[in-house]
């Protein structure tokens, strides 16, 4: 499900009374925990946070006139879904994150290649998010992206 919505507040103000208050709160989390550089915006009918063009010009390989992804948040039919290439493009990160999640919420991690759905606003966990969002710097993000995803392209 994606929106039309042209801000973040448009987007948020757009939902179900359900998932405004969880989406607000990881809005929080992430703006208060992502180092330096990275931009919020809404990015494929979500709030996106994207590497911007006055950082890496290139932008995305596969619409360089867009700025580089690298999280997204959005409110899916079923669940809310964080979105967060780092996960997709390191296994270390990947590792790691699926180690600490049980430590946080009892139930089994439901996870994609990059999104981890959260079907259950209770069980999200603000405080592992928070530090996923400290693990990669906007430059470790870029090297990554060209060392494991642009060069294959």
């Known amino acids: 499900m994606t929106s039309d919505a042209k801000s973040p507040e448009e987007y948020i103000n757009s939902l179900p009374e359900d998932r405004k208050e969880a989406i607000k709160q990881l809005r929080k989390t992430i703006n208060a925990n992502l180092p330096k550089g990275f931009k919020e915006t809404m990015s494929y009918g979500m709030i996106g946070y994207v590497v911007p063009h006055s950082l890496y010009p290139d932008g995305y390989h596969c619409s360089p ?21 780092g996960v997709y493009a390191d296994k270390e990160l990947l590792a790691w994150f699926v180690g600490e999640y049980p430590k946080y919420v009892s139930k089994k991690l439901d996870m994609g290649k990059s999104c981890v759905r959260f079907k259950k606003m209770e069980d999200i966990p ?7 969002c400290r693990k ?10 060209e060392k494991n995803i642009k060069k294959t392209r």
């Not at 997204?72 to 669940?79: G, V």
């Not at 990669?136 to 992206?145: F, G, P, R, S």
């Open 65 to 85: 006139e867009l700025p580089l992804p690298f999280m997204n948040l959005a409110s899916q039919k079923n669940y809310i879904a964080l979105y967060h290439s």
């Open 126 to 132: 603000y405080k592992l998010i928070g530090e996923l």
């Open 136 to 145: 990669m710097t906007v430059d470790e993000w870029i090297a990554l992206y």
